[in-house]
């Protein structure tokens, strides 16, 4: 069983039995790899096409090739992106999932995809791509011995690259699951100078955590000011008004332990921003992109558009939190941005 990425064109593939169309909702023709995929299968397929009745946004539907050197054609029409918060992700991993899924009922062993979505649709590669690799992953892991080849077939080198960097971390075991039980000592052990405390579901206040969860807090001068726990299946590290979610990949728990690690030696700030004293929106950043005029540009970037005009209006304030809380401090920002 192989899953790779190619450089050429995905109607030239001699090697899959199915190719994956990325269509529109009318599966009537289009643009970029659909009009190529129609244009070399030749006029039957858009015939087999009409009487499909389309198909919706994370759906897959099968046809013959045609004139094309595969078996199949899978059409399936990928989410346009609109930004990131509109299901975006959950629509694209949904294309990979059912495509595989009725290649899976057509006893399909080989199959090509183009990078869904990337094209006419928006959607950014270097998004697109995790997302299309952990759904082929993920399907795979499910089903085993159901394929031989599954394969991406990308026009560019540049999308090649986004692909392949991907398989890479996948292949590198970054992407397996650690147990979060058996990294207590570790954490506990890399904050043990700083006198953790460490709470289960059965303490006082704590009855939110899971039966195997944990809450590890670090104070300073008796106020709580970074906590690591791990509940609900994943970490959660909090500094000052910040706090960031990791998976329990290992990729991330090694993030998990980075961040823990630089936020103990102050070279990770927690950012805070807020206008007449109403909380805008917390990110981390690196003390070395925490100049006043980078904070700005991260503080453009969180902002929602209403907010911008209120700022711009009254002003506002970007609240730096170190570990060391004698190295916090402030920016008045009172002019537009
Ligand atoms: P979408 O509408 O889903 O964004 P596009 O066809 O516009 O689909 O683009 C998807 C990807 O397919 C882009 O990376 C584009 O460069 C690529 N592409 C276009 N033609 C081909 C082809 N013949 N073979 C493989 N990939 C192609």
């Not at 085993?144 to 292949?171: A, G, S």
């Not at 955590?209 to 726990?229: A, H």
Request: charged residues 25%; hydrophobic residues 35%.
């Amino acid at each position: 069983m192989e899953i790779r990425a190619i450089q050429g064109d995905i109607t030239k593939q001699t090697d899959v039995e199915a190719i994956v169309n990325a269509a529109n909702e009318s599966l009537l023709g289009g643009g970029g790899v659909d009009g190529a995929i129609h244009y070399a299968a030749g006029p039957e397929l858009l015939k087999e096409c009409r009487t499909l009745g389309g198909c919706k946004i994370g759906e897959a539907k099968i046809t013959g090739a045609y004139n094309l050197p595969c078996k199949y054609i899978i059409h399936t029409v990928g989410p346009r992106w609109h930004g990131g918060d509109n299901g975006e992700g959950e629509f694209l991993n949904l294309c990979y999932k059912n495509c595989l899924e009725v290649a899976m009922q057509h006893g399909i062993r080989t199959i090509a995809f183009p990078s869904l979505s990337t094209g006419a649709f928006g959607y950014p590669v270097e998004q697109a791509n995790w997302i299309a690799v952990g759904a082929v992953y993920g399907f795979v892991e499910k089903h085993p011995d159901q394929f031989d080849l599954i394969e991406w077939v990308c026009f560019d080198k540049n999308t090649l690259k986004y692909y392949n960097k991907e398989i890479e971390l996948h292949q590198s075991g970054f992407y397996e699951e650690i147990d979060p039980v058996s990294k207590e000592p570790e954490l506990i052990a890399l904050l043990s100078e700083y006198n953790p405390e460490v709470h289960r579901y059965t303490d006082d206040g704590f009855d939110w955590l899971d039966d195997d969860g944990y809450s590890i807090i670090i104070k300073r001068d008796g106020e709580e000011r970074m906590y690591v726990d791990y509940n609900d299946g994943e970490f959660t590290l909090g500094l000052g008004c910040w706090h960031g979610h990791y998976n329990l990949y290992r990729k991330d728990y090694e993030d998990l332990i980075k961040d823990i690690e630089n936020t103990l030696n102050n070279a990770l700030v927690a950012v805070t921003i807020r206008c007449d004293g109403e909380w805008f929106g917390s990110w981390k950043t690196p003390v070395s992109e925490c100049s006043k005029k980078e904070l700005i540009i991260q503080a453009r970037e969180t902002m929602h558009k209403e907010l911008i005009e209120k700022t711009k209006r009254n002003g506002y304030q970007i609240e730096c939190e170190f570990f060391d809380k004698t190295k916090d401090f402030t920016y008045i920002i009172d002019s537009e941005i």
